[in-house]
T-cell receptor
C-alpha cells in the first residue's frame, strides 16, 4: 500500500463547476499537508498548506483535512480553463526530516 | 527575483555517460532536495540536504550522487549506474526555520528533462 493515494484522473469538468480532489494517507503521524499545482513540463507550485483538521480557504481554493479519517481534499470553486493542470497532494512527517511524501497526482481538465 | 533555477531545461546524453544537473537558489533556504518524476507519477525523493556539507539519501538514491559545498547550490550527478535515467528532475528548497515559524513547505524549480539514449 502506498503511503499517499490519489486518483490519477483525468477529471474533466465544465468551466464554472466545482473541482473536488482527494487524497488518502496511511500514516496517522503525518502532520503537515500541502497541495501543489503542476502545469505540463513545469515545476510544481504550492497552492495550499495546512497542519490542522478543518478547512482553510484561499480565494477560490479550499483545503480540507480530516485527520481522523486520514483524508485530505482540495476544492476549486468557479473553475477556469487555466485551472487545467495536475494537482499533487503532499504530506510531511515531521519526525522524518521534513521529507515530503507525494501522491501520484490527479490530472484536471476544465473545458470552456 | 528570488527563486530556484535549474539548468539546462532539456538534456540529452548517451547511455554510459555521467551527467550533472544544476540547481541554484537565492532564497537563503537551508534545505534543498532532488526529486525524480516519471510520466503519470508523483515525485520520488532522490537526495536531500539540510545544511552545507551534509546530505542524506532519499528513497531512490541508487545511481545518483550529490554535493552541497555552498548553501545556494545542490548539483545532482546521474551516473551510468542508474538503470533508467530518462525522467523529469526537479529541485526544491525549503526554509529550515520550522522551529519558530512552523513552515515546512518546499518550493520547486522549473525542472530538467533528461533523455538518455
Amino acid at each position: 500500500q502506498k503511503e499517499v493515494e490519489q486518483d490519477p484522473g483525468p477529471l474533466s469538468v465544465p468551466e464554472g463547476a466545482i473541482v473536488s480532489l482527494n487524497c488518502t494517507y496511511s500514516n496517522s503521524a503525518f502532520q503537515y499537508f500541502m497541495w501543489y499545482r503542476q502545469y505540463s513540463r513545469k515545476g510544481p507550485e504550492l497552492l495550499m498548506y495546512t497542519y490542522s483538521s478543518g478547512n482553510k480557504e484561499d480565494g477560490r481554493f479550499t483545503a480540507q483535512v480530516d485527520k481522523s479519517s486520514k483524508y485530505i481534499s482540495l476544492f476549486i470553486r468557479d473553475s477556469q480553463p487555466s485551472d487545467s493542470a495536475t494537482y499533487l497532494c503532499a504530506i510531511i512527517l515531521k519526525a522524518a526530516g521534513n521529507k515530503l511524501t507525494f501522491g501520484g497526482g490527479t490530472r484536471v481538465l476544465v473545458k470552456p | 527575483d528570488g527563486g530556484i533555477t535549474q539548468s539546462p531545461k532539456y538534456l540529452f546524453r548517451k547511455e554510459g555517460q555521467n551527467v550533472t544537473l544544476s540547481c541554484e537558489q537565492n532564497l537563503n533556504h537551508d534545505a534543498m532536495y532532488w526529486y525524480r518524476q516519471d510520466p503519470g507519477q508523483g515525485l520520488r525523493l532522490i537526495y536531500y540536504s539540510q545544511i552545507v556539507n551534509d546530505f542524506q539519501k532519499g528513497d531512490i538514491a541508487e545511481g545518483y550522487s550529490v554535493s552541497r559545498e555552498k548553501k545556494e547550490s545542490f548539483p545532482l550527478t546521474v551516473t551510468s549506474a542508474q538503470k533508467n535515467p530518462t525522467a523529469f528532475y526537479l529541485c526544491a528548497s525549503s526554509s529550515d526555520n520550522a522551529l519558530w515559524d512552523n513552515r515546512y513547505e518546499q518550493y520547486f524549480g522549473p525542472g530538467t528533462r533528461l533523455t538518455v539514449t
